[in-house]
Structures are given as C-alpha cells and as structure tokens.
C-alpha cells in the first residue's frame, strides 16, 4: 500500500511537471505569435493543434491522479512530436522544399527567433514534445506491476 | 504538499511571469522607431510637404486590409488640413508582389502613383488569386491610366526602382514589421492594431505638435 502510494506521488508529479510544461510552451507559442506577432507558418499550427488541448487534458488527470491521461495525451504529444520532427528536417534541409506545405509566404523552413543562437522555434517545440513525452513515459513506469 | 495548492500555485507562477513579460516587451516596443529607418527621403506622400505629423504607412498593394485602410487615411489628412501627411512604403509580403509594387514604383516616377495604387487597390480581385498577386493582371489595370507605358516597363527593371524597393524591404525587416499594413505616426508605432488606435494616435500627435 505504501508502495503504491509512493508510486502514485511520483506519478502525480511527473504529470504535474508535464502539465506546467505544456503551459509553458502554449503560452510562449502564444508570446512569439500574438505579442511579438512573429508571422505562424502551417507546420507550427499543426503542432499547435496537437500541443493546446494538452494543456486541458492533462490536468484532469490530476484531480483526482488517473493514469489514463497517459494514453491520450501521449497521442497527442506523438502527433506533435513527428510534425517537430518533421519541419526540423524540412528546415535541415534534409526535406526538399517542395513537398513543404507552407503558403502565403510564410515559408516553414524560414526561423525567426535565435535564443543563444541556436533555439529557434521549431527546436524550441520539438523539444517540449520530447520532454514531454519523456515525462509520460517515466509516470507511466511508476506504475507498480 | 498538498497537491491543489502546488498546482494552484504552479499555475499562477506561469501564468504572472507570461503578463510580466508581455508588459515588459510592449513597453519596449512603445518606445519611438529610428526615424531614419521609419521615413525615406522620396517616397510617395500624400498631403502638405510641411505638416508636423507624419504618417508613415508600410503596405502591401494586395492586401485587403491595406485596401480598407486607405480611405480612412484619407479622411485622417481631411480631418486636420494642413497638419498631417502620408508616406507611403512598400512592404510587398504576398507572394507576386515585388513586381506589383515595382509597377508602382515605376509609376511614382511618372508622378502618377496615386493614380496606379487606386486602380489596384480598387480591383484587388481582378489580380489577386488565392492570396497570391498576378503581376499580369496587375500590369494590363495600369494600362487605362495615361502615362508613358514603355517607360513604365522600362522602369520596373531599373536598378535605382529596384533599390528603392530593397530599402522598404530592409526597413521594415530592422522595424520588425511582418503584417500590413503597419503604421507608424512621427515615428512611433501603434499600440495595437486598428483604425481606432491609428485615429487616436493622430489626434494625440497633432495636439502635441500644433
């Protein structure tokens, strides 16, 4: 019982962490666009979509813990993951331009921002989804058998 | 700890730092432009040569809101004779639109700028194709209006047309201007987008300088 309970708190906050990471990330995606009103390409609304109702899911799985939340919001975190993934790699050039989805002369291979000179938004994002998917995964493994 | 109160408090830490910073960046951002950047020296202008107050206007000829706009600010220069004048600045984000706005380069030479800006923005759907500016279309609307149409052509490949293009283009990249159209009154940027704020900023600008 002990156990469990040790189990479940560090569980809860593995999910708590991922929760005020996804915040973080919905509210400096919303920083960049609408206050310093850095043009959205399509690719970064796809990983919007994928990242935004994160931020209402995951705290239901709070109140009260619900291991469940795992598995819906690692769908989530997925999508938005290979869509990072993937305009890393159109920015990489690794992916020709032409198959890139972008219009309206936004291109999605174009970076705004450069903090320390090497975190543009792109990267920015594809590292959340990493963290947190990772943090899913651990809260999941707390799981006792 | 109670994990409510650590969520709560969690939360609101994120959610204070997210309007500390946007407080702090628009104070920053409220501050006046480099007036050498937000004005150029030739470009077209509409109004009195000495009004005091200055609107500087980057806009792109195939956007819609640009097209809205512009009778506004024509009532703006109306509403105060003689204090206030626009400067026109090209800030061709769409697609297409480097040519279009070398046409109107072009024919600012001919001193039938105006002239060329009203047909397009009159006819924006007859040039326009999903958001993307067809410079033939955009070209053959220019036809009706009399100047002198092999100069025009010829101008829309000068070096001197195109250098002037390329500085709006350099300006409004070191202003941070990445939507039109954008505003600027003797310098200073709206506080926030809208024909409310442009008209408030005016009147604010004219007070002071009259």
Same mark, same amino acid.
């Given at each position: ?109 174009d ?35 | ?42 470009a ?18 195939? %956007?819609?809101? %640009?097209?809205?706009?512009y009778?506004?600010v &024509? &009532?703006l ?44 923005f ?41 250098g ?5 283009? &350099?300006d ?39």
């Amino acid at each position: 019982m002990n156990k469990t309970n040790a189990d479940n708190q560090a569980g809860w906050l593995l999910v708590f962490a991922a929760c005020t990471l996804v915040l973080i990330a919905t509210l400096g995606s919303l920083f960049f666009s609408e206050v310093m009103t850095v043009p959205v390409c399509k690719l970064c609304w796809y990983q919007r979509i994928a990242l935004y109702p994160l931020v209402v899911i995951l705290p239901f799985g709070l109140f009260p813990f619900d291991r469940r939340v795992l598995r819906i919001a690692a769908v989530f975190a997925a999508i938005g993951w290979l869509i990072g993934l993937f305009q890393l790699l159109v920015i990489a050039g690794v992916i020709p331009e032409s198959i890139q989805p972008c219009v309206q002369g936004i291109p999605c291979s174009d970076t705004h921002i450069a903090l320390f000179g090497f975190l543009n938004i792109p990267t920015l994002s594809f590292l959340a989804f990493s963290l947190v998917g990772a943090l899913l995964y651990f809260a999941h493994r707390t799981k006792t058998p | 700890m109670n994990r409510k109160l650590l969520f709560i408090s969690g939360i609101s830490l994120i959610i204070l730092a997210f309007i500390t910073a946007v407080v702090l960046y628009q104070q920053q951002a409220g501050g006046g432009q480099n007036p050498a950047l937000v004005e150029r020296p030739g470009a077209p202008v509409k109004g009195p040569h000495d009004a005091r107050v200055t609107i500087v206007e980057f806009f792109d000829p195939a %956007c819609g809101t %640009c097209a809205d706009f512009y009778p506004l600010v &024509q &009532q703006l220069i109306e509403a105060y004779p003689g204090k206030v004048r626009v400067m026109m600045r090209y800030a061709p984000l769409h697609t297409g639109s480097d040519q279009v706005v070398l046409m109107l380069e072009a024919a600012h030479r001919q001193g039938k700028y105006w002239q060329a800006l009203e047909m397009l923005f009159n006819n924006q759907r007859r040039w326009i194709v999903g958001h993307t500016s067809q410079p033939g279309p955009a070209r053959a609307l220019l036809n009706a209006i009399a100047l002198d149409h092999a100069q025009l052509d010829a101008d829309m490949t000068n070096p001197e047309v195109i250098g002037v293009v390329q500085r709006d283009m &350099q300006d409004l990249q070191s202003l941070g201007v990445r939507a039109t159209p954008e505003f600027f009154v003797n310098g200073k940027p709206l506080p926030s987008f809208g024909y409310r704020q442009l008209a408030d900023l005016v009147k604010e600008t004219v007070e002071k300088s009259y």
